[in-house]
């Protein structure tokens, strides 16, 4: 079975096609903005056009713009090629990435909006150990983290922490198929990992 991952939630940019389990190719490209020009491209430039049988793309939390863009592409491909479509959360893919060479308790930080980060810890099984939040960078430091600190944000967090961060910022859709199975869904909505700014009436 061919897979092809899918990752825009942060500045990076990246895709990669599986078959029966082993890396076809992928691309890496950190670029701030620009992913709705780049990504399709990045596809194209895979073995067959990046065709699969199954698309697991990023749910988020990150950039609103990016992950609405990975997902849009998904949905269509999974459309045009008859695919199934899954979604992963992308905190989970940065700590998959840190579970490869280590198998202790994970905090991922990465960047969140309106100058908060997303933090969450992983347990060495790579699932879950707390909900997803959203604070300030003051109350992030008081939270601390767990044995192992990851992510976009981690090197300020280690910083204030006194803790020496992993050399692991940024998701990249090689590693997509380390996120446990458990975390796959179906269920192709964003996480935005904080309230709306805006509320309607009376809420």
Known sequence: MRILAIETATEACSVALFDDGGLRDARHEVLGRGHAE???????????????????????????????????????????????VLGYPTLALVAAMAGRTSKQAITVCMTGGHGEWFLQDFGPDGMPASALTTLPPDLAAKRGSREILVGSRAEELGTMTHTIPADIRLPDARYVPDVPDELLTGRLAPLYGRPPDAKLPGQ
């Open 38 to 84: 780049r990504l399709v491209p990045m596809i194209a430039e895979l073995p067959d056009k990046g065709r699969a049988d199954e698309i697991r793309v990023s749910l988020g939390p990150g950039s609103f713009t990016g992950v609405r863009i990975g997902l849009a592409v998904a949905r269509a491909l999974g459309i045009a090629w008859h695919g199934r």
